[in-house]
T-cell receptor, first 114, second 115 residues
């Protein structure tokens, strides 16, 4: 059962454009939603994260939009740069209890053209 | 400061060989996770340690997989014996507390190929 579905699988954007990646989750117990960025040959690195008590979080050029009723969240990268070219993973976890692991989406390979 | 390190970075094994993957978490980090990433997929949870205690091993795919963290720092993931379907990148991640929203810092991974 794929608990976190991510789309698109790949995305090509011109420099300066907006990149949008979408995720949907099934488990209503999830209450922490981070986005990770992964460059080739490297491990994932935390980019930005949100809790469901807010609908939007912005850090620099990166914004997470969260829709609790639809069980969807998205990452927006404004003014996309070639250096943003990487694979992006959405994830979800349950912040309380014994379960600490992240459940990842399948990833989006972003290419920003110069 | 030093991040999470893993060794070896690449491992080629023959079917039936035992494999051991090492993780050195960030010093002082209490929580340690192992994830498996198949080609073109997101990482999938394998197991979780809080200090030396293995609190969750629900993601280990079979009894051929075994993980330990005897002194609460370095961890080893063992696959005994390995099979071609185990080919993947194995990531270790650590966090400095036990809270569910604490940032997990990932190592560079070990790419395992089982022939």
């Amino acid at each position: 059962q794929q608990q976190v579905k991510q789309s698109p699988q790949s995305l090509i954007v011109q420099k300066g454009g907006i990149s949008i990646i979408n995720c949907a989750y099934e488990n209503t117990a999830f209450d922490y939603f981070p986005w990770y960025q992964q460059f080739p040959g490297k491990g994932p690195a935390l980019l930005i994260a949100i809790r469901p008590d807010v609908s939007e979080k912005k850090e620099g050029r990166f914004t997470i939009s969260f829709n609790k009723s639809a069980k969807q969240f998205s990452l927006h990268i404004m003014d996309s740069q070639p250096g943003d070219s990487a694979t992006y993973f959405c994830a979800a976890s349950i912040s309380s209890g014994s379960a600490r692991q992240l459940t990842f989406g399948s990833g989006t390979q972003l290419t920003v053209l110069p | 400061g030093a991040g999470v390190s893993q060794s070896p970075r690449y491992k080629v094994a023959k079917r039936g060989q035992d494999v051991a993957l090492r993780c050195d978490p960030i010093s002082g980090h209490v929580s340690l996770f192992w994830y498996q990433q198949a080609l073109g997929q997101g990482p999938e949870f394998l197991t979780y340690f809080q200090n030396e205690a293995q609190l969750d091993k629900s993601g280990l795919p079979s009894d051929r997989f075994f993980a330990e963290r005897p002194e609460g720092s370095v961890s080893t993931l063992k696959i005994q014996p390995s099979e071609p379907r185990d080919s993947a990148v194995y990531f270790c991640a650590s966090s400095d507390r036990t809270g569910g929203t604490d940032t997990q810092y990932f190592g560079p991974g070990t790419r395992l190929t089982v022939l």
